[in-house]
């Protein structure tokens, strides 16, 4: 279980979130929707400990260490030139020295990177640095993993493939923090659905509530966006 307790975060006399609260059960897998600049991606890097709060705190099955058994994927990166996608699957796997394994090799096909694995990072394709950076985030098999826009900017194939992939492991009981922009991924690969607004939780939905009171996600964000949700 995890456990986001009263998380305040200041960028100088910007408040970005403001005493956020909400628990996400173990298996579950939360859909984290909000304009640009609400303070999701700010909020996820807080969960995982790559910046710390201005106050509160967070908690992974009752202990401070989340990023021990998370995995995150992480935003386009700058990345040293000669870095390859294959060196930075195994500084990730803490493997330098041995070859990838089974489960490794098949994630590479899967996310359709076994052609650039010794390109240089920096000629990648924004799409290719993408599939990269959410095959990352699943490559040491954590059981919480957060997903930062992962299929936005990809062709509509590996948008679908992916989509099926992370159904796959939510069926394995994975916990999955998504945020996004695209109504449909939400509801594909979620059962809870949220929407930050100026650092605040706005809505907080059973997706089976969202669908069965709007229709869809993207019904019920048109309506957030035209000003007619008033759920606070
Ligand atoms: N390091 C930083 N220093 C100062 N302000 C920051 C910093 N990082 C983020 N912010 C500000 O915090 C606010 C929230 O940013 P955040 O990236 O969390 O938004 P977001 O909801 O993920 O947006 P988007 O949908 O555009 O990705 C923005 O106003 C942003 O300018």
């Known amino acids: 279980m995890l456990e986001i307790k009263n998380i305040t975060k200041k960028f100088g006399k910007n408040v970005v979130l403001d005493n956020i609260s909400f628990v996400v059960k173990a298996g579950e897998a939360v859909g ?14 807080i969960i995982v400990g790559q910046i710390k709060a201005t106050s509160g705190e967070v908690l992974l099955n009752g202990e401070k260490d989340v990023y021990k058994n998370v995995g995150i994927q992480f935003q386009e990166g700058v990345w040293p030139k000669g870095m390859t996608s294959k060196l930075l699957i195994k500084y990730f796997k803490k493997n330098w020295s041995k070859k990838f394994d089974d489960r490794t090799n098949d994630l590479i096909k899967i996310f359709e990177l076994d052609k650039i694995m010794t390109k240089d990072l920096n000629q990648l394709s924004g799409g290719q640095k993408q599939r990269l950076n959410a095959l990352l985030a699943i490559i040491n098999n954590p059981d919480y993993i957060f ?25 394995e009981k994975k ?40 229709g869809s996600v993207r019904n019920m964000l048109i309506k957030y966006y035209k000003g007619e949700l008033h759920e606070k």
């Open 32 to 45: 984290i929707l909000g304009s640009n600049g609400a303070g999701k991606s700010t909020l996820i890097e």
């Open 147 to 171: 997903l930062d826009e992962m299929i936005t900017g990809l062709d509509l194939k590996m948008q679908l493939r992916l989509s099926d992939f992370f159904k796959e492991l939510k069926k």
């Open 175 to 214: 916990t999955l923090v998504i945020i996004s922009h695209i109504p449909e991924e939400v509801e594909t690969l979620c059962d809870r659905v949220m929407i930050i607004d100026q650092g605040k939780i706005f809505l907080d939905k059973k997706l089976e509530e969202v669908v069965k009171t709007f």
